[in-house]
């Protein structure tokens, strides 16, 4: 198994644009939906993948996760990012901070509320079982 995080937004397009511009994502793919809206979209972060996508509306059952997520990416230069982070206007959370495990990070928040955790501890893969 693999695990992919999967956000909602109001505005997906102009989450895609942040993303990008505040932490460097790559687009890796776009789907529309045939009304301007995003219907599936990926952003490469390092070796990860983050899928996102419009919210289609109000009554919609994702509706209610919009600005509501909570993710931790690995990085090696953690003060960098956070600069570019603050550059591109996102809320800064928490500034870079040496933690007692000997990881560095910062949090920021995404245009929508997202909240987004970066930091220089890389958990190790766990291997397939024989």
Do not use: K
Not at 106 to 120: C, K, Q, V
């Amino acid at each position: 198994m693999t695990a992919y995080p999967l956000l909602r937004y109001r505005d997906a397009r102009a989450a895609l644009d942040f993303l990008q511009r505040a932490f460097a994502f790559e687009a890796l793919a776009v789907h529309d939906d045939g009304n301007g809206r995003v219907a599936h979209a990926e952003v490469r972060a390092g070796d990860g993948i983050v899928m996102l996508g419009d919210a289609p509306g109000t009554e919609d059952r994702y509706a209610h996760h919009v600005g509501r997520g909570w993710i931790y990416v690995a990085v090696p230069e953690v003060d960098e990012l956070c600069a570019r982070a603050r550059e591109a206007g996102a809320e800064i959370t928490m500034e870079p901070t040496d933690q007692d495990y000997g990881s560095r990070d910062f949090a920021a928040r995404d245009l929508e509320g997202n909240e987004w955790s970066f930091g220089t501890y890389a958990p190790q893969p766990v291997s397939a079982a024989p």
